[in-house]
C-alpha cells in the first residue's frame, strides 16, 4: 500500500526566504505524486504532478517539486516566499488505481 | 477548464436528518468521482469511489447506508448524510476524474461544511 509522510506540521519561513516542505512516499510501483494547497475553507489546488516524465516538475505560482526515487522524495520548494503563500499544503500519491492518498499536511507561516 | 462545484458550500442541520450535498463537473465528464471528509486541522480522507451507473466502493469503515452515494450522470454525484448526528460535523470534499484522463489528476470542489446541531 502506498503513503506519504510529510515532515513538519508547521513550517515558518520569512517573506523572501527559500520556501521547503518535505515530503516522502511508498509505493509498490512507480507512484503519481502530487502537491495540493489548501486555503482555509476551501478546496484543494493541484500545484503540480509527477507523471514519470521529468524529475523536476514546475508548478504554479513558482513552485517546483524533485523527484529522488533513491530517497523516495518529493519536496516541494519556492524560492521566495511572498505572504500569499500562506496555507496548508498537501503532498500525495497515487498507484495508478484511482485513488489518491494525501499526507496529513504542512501549514505553511510566512513572517513579514 | 476542469471546474467541480459542490452545493450547499455550508449546510447546518439538526440531529437525526439528512443531508444531501450536490458535487457537479461543470466543464467535462467525470466517469470517476471522489467523496472525502476532513476534520479541523487534518488531512482528507477518502470515504468512497463513485463510478457513473454503478455503485460506490466505500472505504473500510465508512457506513455506506449512513453515507449515500448516488452517480446518476458523468457530471453529478450526491452524497446524503442519512440521519446525521454530530459526530458527522466535518469538511466534506468531492473530486472528479477528467473521463479523458489526464494523468490520474483529480479535480476538486470548494468543500461543503457541515454542522450538526
Known amino acids: 500500500a502506498q503513503s506519504v509522510t510529510q515532515l513538519g506540521s508547521h513550517v515558518s519561513v520569512s517573506e523572501g526566504a527559500l520556501v521547503l516542505l518535505r515530503c516522502n512516499y511508498s509505493s509498490s510501483v512507480p507512484p503519481y505524486l502530487f502537491w495540493y494547497v489548501q486555503y482555509p475553507n476551501q478546496g484543494l489546488q493541484l500545484l503540480l504532478k509527477?507523471?514519470?516524465?521529468?524529475?523536476l516538475v514546475k508548478g504554479i505560482n513558482g513552485f517546483e517539486a524533485e523527484f529522488k526515487k533513491s530517497e523516495t522524495s518529493f519536496h516541494l520548494t519556492k524560492p521566495s516566499a511572498h505572504m500569499s503563500d500562506a496555507a496548508e499544503y498537501f503532498c500525495a500519491v497515487s498507484d495508478r488505481d484511482d485513488k489518491i492518498i494525501f499526507g496529513k499536511g504542512t501549514r505553511l507561516h510566512i513572517l513579514p | 477548464g476542469a471546474v467541480v462545484s459542490q452545493h450547499p458550500s455550508r449546510v447546518i442541520c439538526k440531529s437525526g436528518t439528512s443531508v444531501k450535498i450536490e458535487c457537479r463537473s461543470l466543464?467535462?465528464?467525470?466517469?470517476?468521482m471522489f467523496w472525502y471528509r476532513q476534520f479541523p486541522k487534518q488531512s482528507l480522507m477518502l470515504m468512497a469511489t463513485s463510478n457513473e451507473g454503478s455503485k460506490a466502493t466505500y472505504e473500510q469503515g465508512v457506513e455506506k447506508d449512513k453515507f449515500l452515494i448516488n452517480h446518476a450522470s458523468l457530471t453529478l454525484s450526491t452524497l446524503t448524510v442519512t440521519s446525521a448526528h454530530p459526530e458527522d460535523s466535518s469538511f466534506y470534499i468531492c473530486?472528479?476524474?477528467?473521463?479523458?484522463?489526464?494523468?490520474?489528476?483529480?479535480?476538486f470542489g470548494p468543500g461543503t461544511r457541515l454542522t450538526v446541531l
Open positions: 509527477y507523471t514519470s516524465a521529468a524529475t
Open positions: 473530486s472528479a476524474r477528467d473521463k479523458r484522463g489526464s494523468g490520474y489528476e483529480q479535480f
Open positions: 466543464d467535462f465528464q467525470a466517469t470517476t
